[in-house]
T-cell receptor
Framework: QKEVEQNSGPLSVPEGAIASLNCTYS??????FFWYRQYSGKSPELIMS????GDKEDGRFTAQLNKASQYVSLLIRDSQPSDSATYLC????????????FGTGTRLQVTL | GAVVSQHPSWVICKSGTSVKIECRSL??????MFWYRQFPKQSLMLMAT?????????EQGVEKDKFLINHASLTLSTLTVTSAHPEDSSFYIC???????????FGPGTRLTVT
């Protein structure tokens, strides 16, 4: 079983809608979670980090963490075509010297 | 702005030659940096952890004699692909943690093509 799992998509949402991206993890020791955005041919860009249960908002992005359910999500409000990219969920076990475990990513397509 | 740089951004080399890729943290010190490889339409694969002043730690299946890593200073790690072959053609990306030990920032990547 993969340690961090994501639906590969593509997830297609119309412009202006809310995109909901989900991620589950299997290692209960994981303590910190991150969402990266990766455009085709580019390197990943950190967009959100979340460390405690609940919601964390930054602009149009909201990350949600539920450690009891081992579930992390990313909501993108007012989706724009420029949000079309692959979104990578990552987890860290703070005992592993900052080594991130990545999911395979969910491809998001925002349609006009 | 960018916090991690890589050089070169792309390189084409002949089979059998060696290629060095540099990764620099721009306004912070990084005792640890990470090297990843990504093939088209595939996920990131961690190759190794670069440790300043000590040997790199390689992931299972990564040949340490082929992918030489040197972390000679707190802002620079290098990856040398030795005796490159066409199957080594890939997108190589480094990352470094900043703002606490966990938030990792990626360099822009180096696209290697071996002919």
């Amino acid at each position: 079983q993969k340690e961090v799992e994501q639906n590969s998509g593509p997830l297609s949402v119309p412009e202006g809608a809310i995109a909901s991206l989900n991620c589950t993890y299997s290692d209960r020791v994981s303590q910190s979670f991150f969402w990266y955005r990766q455009y085709s041919g580019k390197s990943p860009e950190l967009i959100m980090s979340i460390y405690s249960n609940g919601d964390k908002e930054d602009g149009r992005f909201t990350a949600q963490l539920n450690k009891a359910s081992q579930y992390v999500s990313l909501l993108i409000r007012d989706s724009q075509p420029s949000d079309s990219a692959t979104y990578l969920c990552a987890a860290i076990n703070t005992g592993t010297a900052s080594k991130l475990t990545f999911g395979t990513g969910t491809r998001l397509q925002v349609t006009l | 702005g960018a916090v991690v740089s890589q050089h070169p951004s792309w390189v084409i080399c002949k089979s059998g030659t060696s290629v060095k890729i540099e990764c620099r943290s721009l306004d912070f010190q990084a005792t640890t940096m990470f090297w990843y490889r990504q093939f088209p339409k595939q996920s990131l694969m961690l190759m190794a952890t670069s440790n300043e002043g000590s040997k790199a730690t390689y992931e299972q299946g990564v040949e340490k004699d082929k992918f030489l890593i040197n972390h000679a200073s707190l802002t620079l790690s290098t990856l040398t692909v030795t005796s490159a072959h066409p199957e080594d053609s890939s997108f190589y990306i480094c990352s470094a943690p900043r703002q606490g030990p966990y938030e990792q920032y990626f360099g822009p990547g180096t696209r290697l093509t071996v002919t």
